[in-house]
């Protein structure tokens, strides 16, 4: 068993599960419903899980789940000055300092 993905947005993780299970991976899903009783655990630990079975199919998920691009697209911002990618907890561009808004 390998923890190959997770994120506080369950359907994000629930995609990934349905894509890696079309793909054939045997996979589980972890703590699905722990953030209705997360109590006292940091919010990290209340992330729902997408693991594998077999770690032999680790390396073929882990591609899978990189050209799904998912985390990627919706966490980066362009800039309208010089059109580059910004990551999401930049408020201005990286490579010209232009504000993000
Ligand atoms: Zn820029």
Not at 35 to 56: F, H, K, M, R, Y
Request: aromatic content about 10%; glycine content about 4%; overall charge neutral.
């Amino acid at each position: 068993m390998k923890l190959v993905y997770t994120h506080e947005n369950r359907l994000m993780v629930l995609n990934v599960k349905n894509i890696l299970s079309d793909y054939g991976i045997k996979v589980v899903l972890n703590k699905e419903y722990a953030s209705s009783a997360a109590g006292g655990l940091a919010p990290i630990d209340t992330w729902p899980e997408v693991w594998i079975v077999n770690n032999d199919d680790f390396g073929s998920s882990m591609k899978i789940i990189k050209s799904l691009d998912v985390e990627i697209k919706t966490a980066m911002w362009q800039c309208r000055k010089c059109l580059e990618m910004n990551d999401t907890t930049f408020d201005y561009c990286w490579n010209c300092k232009r504000d993000k808004f």
